[in-house]
């Protein structure tokens, strides 16, 4: 059986509707990766809250359908959550697919998903090289690849219609971070990509950008007790003399000028932003409370 055409389930309707004119977030439809918890999950609710029709994908695929869940019931959302492997092609393809084929379209996707492992040099094994590059760098190139497809045919419809591709980049991404290169070379990756794919799909009303977080230290990823960045960096020596995790925190606290860490409701604005604004792509917006200033 030939498989489902992307394309064959665009809403010419909804298109022939908001033509010419620009839309407001409630009439926009998103796709956001790495939605079902953290710091994914927390701009899905804000765009839900907003009114806008949202697909959270995850990789957990009974996280990404409660979390669509709870945002139906809090905010009446029309939000759906869909399994996706973004490492995977054929997973990819059909997380874009299943946007559009419920919804109609797609406008705004935001590229969320991501891991992190810490470690130095002589530490870290190729295989969580390799794990970490996949999902971080190649998962940004194939929900862009697919979700411009379906971007390119709404402006086919309407000339003057415009979309954005996101990248949740991070600090990590505007300057080198020792003992996490395998993290930081993949996020230095996806602000090329950034800027490549601006300067691709320019001419199709797509911008592309990347908002690029601070320290989320009140997060969950860098909370978990097993697992998060705080103890990571804990056992990575990243926080020099640092015995606890408590003193982590307070070193990467104390490495801020406004002097606190970033939080999700700063990320939401820098992405209202991006989205808002019609003259500016291939950007990376720092949103790091002054701890990287750009030059």
């Known amino acids: 059986m030939e498989p489902e055409k992307i394309l064959d389930f665009i809403d010419k309707d909804r298109i022939a509707a908001q033509q010419g004119r620009r839309i407001g977030l409630p009439e926009r439809i998103f796709l956001i990766t790495g939605a079902a918890q953290g710091l994914g999950y927390e701009i899905a609710a804000a765009m839900a809250r907003a009114g806008a029709k949202v697909c959270l994908a995850d990789l957990n695929r009974q996280g990404a359908e409660d979390a669509a869940k709870r945002l139906s019931e809090e905010y009446g959302a029309d ?12 997973s990819a393809r059909e997380m874009v697919t299943g946007t559009v084929r419920h919804f109609g ?8 998903a991501g891991i992190l ?10 295989e969580d090289f390799e794990r970490i590059t996949a999902v971080n760098y190649t998962g940004f190139f194939l929900c862009a690849k697919y979700a411009a497809e379906v971007m ?3 402006r086919a419809l309407d000339p003057e219609r415009m979309h954005d591709i996101i990248e949740i980049n991070s600090r990590s991404g505007l300057e080198g971070s020792r003992a996490n290169f395998a993290y930081a070379g993949s996020k230095f990756g996806g602000i090329g990509l950034v800027q490549s794919f601006a300067l691709e799909l320019a001419p199709f009303g797509i911008k592309v950008n990347a908002v690029c977080p601070g320290d989320l230290l009140d997060g969950s990823l ?3 007790p097993k697992h998060g960045l705080l103890k990571q960096y804990l056992d990575a020596g990243k926080a020099p003399g640092a ?4 003193e982590v925190r307070a070193y990467y606290e104390a490495k801020v000028p406004l002097g ?6 700063d990320v939401v604005l820098a992405v209202g932003y991006v989205i808002e604004q019609q003259y500016e792509t291939g950007q990376a917006v720092p949103v790091t409370g002054g701890q990287v200033m750009l030059k």
Do not use: F, Y
């Open 152 to 154: 390119k045919a709404q």
């Open 105 to 112: 379209g797609l406008d705004v996707l935001v590229s969320c």
């Open 260 to 265: 606190r860490g970033c939080r999700a409701e």
């Open 222 to 224: 860098w909370n978990d």
């Open 117 to 126: 492992k810490a470690g130095a040099l002589p530490d870290m094994d190729k």
């Open 79 to 90: 939000a759906i959550g869909l399994e996706a492997n973004v490492s995977d092609e054929g």
């Open 243 to 246: 015995k606890t995790t408590a």
